[in-house]
């Protein structure tokens, strides 16, 4: 059974960093492509980064683009969310989630597309 932990939330002032690390337990971390998401209340869970398999591919939402990075250690059964530059809107519960796929697979965007989903972790990018 997977099981995804995020951690590494925290508050941070606008212009820190953060890094979100995600554990992954109960299957082999390298059949899966792994993505973060995150949502603030009162809206739609939105997609933030994602990573294939293989790490050969990798997607960013518009918003982080140069900002972000997502990394992963499969053989730690880690992955990371290395957030730079943050800003007051970058303010949500961030969430990890899997998909099981093949090798070739490219990252997936859509969060319909995960399965598994980890129970989230709190930013908070204020003065």
């Known amino acids: 059974q997977v099981q995804l932990v995020e951690s590494g939330g925290g508050l941070v002032q606008p212009g820190g960093s953060l890094r979100l690390s995600c554990a992954v337990s109960?299957?082999?971390?390298?059949?899966?492509?792994m993505g973060w998401f995150r949502q603030v209340p009162g809206k739609e869970r939105e997609f933030v980064a994602a990573?294939?398999?293989?790490?050969?591919?990798?997607e960013f939402a518009d918003s982080v683009k140069g900002r972000f990075t997502i990394s992963r250690d499969n053989d730690r059964k880690m992955v990371y969310l290395q957030m730079n530059s943050l800003k007051p809107e970058d303010t949500a519960v961030y969430y990890c989630?899997?998909?099981?796929?093949?090798?070739?697979?490219?990252?997936?965007?859509?969060?319909?597309?995960?399965?598994?989903w980890g129970p989230g972790t709190q930013v908070t990018v204020s003065s």
């Open positions: 989630a899997a998909r099981q796929t093949i090798l070739t697979v490219p990252a997936a965007r859509d969060q319909a597309d995960y399965r598994y």
């Open positions: 109960g299957v082999q971390l390298s059949r899966y492509g």
């Open positions: 990573i294939s398999r293989s790490g050969s591919s990798i």
